[in-house]
């Protein structure tokens, strides 16, 4: 491999990291996060009554 090569590739991976930590962060940027599977529903919102097999459940 040539040297000019290596460093090439080397700012690449740099950059590619950079790029998918700052996509990663959305809490520290001021963007509200919610985890759909994690987060407790807000009061007063609204669930909705699902079916599966017979067997009722609510999903927030």
Same mark, same amino acid.
């Given at each position: 491999?040539?040297?000019?090569?290596?460093?090439?590739?080397?700012?690449?991976?740099?950059?590619?990291?950079?790029?998918?930590?700052?996509?990663?962060?959305?809490? @520290? +940027? $001021?963007?509200? =996060?919610?985890?759909?599977?994690?987060?407790?529903?807000?009061?007063?919102?609204?669930?909705?009554?699902?079916? @599966? +097999? $017979?067997?009722? =459940?609510?999903?927030?």
């Amino acid at each position: 491999m040539n040297v000019l090569e290596l460093i090439r590739n080397r700012i690449l991976k740099a950059q590619r990291l950079d790029d998918a930590q700052y996509l990663m962060a959305k809490s @520290y +940027r $001021g963007v509200p =996060y919610v985890d759909a599977h994690h987060d407790e529903p807000k009061p007063g919102e609204v669930t909705k009554q699902l079916t @599966y +097999r $017979g067997h009722h =459940y609510a999903h927030h």
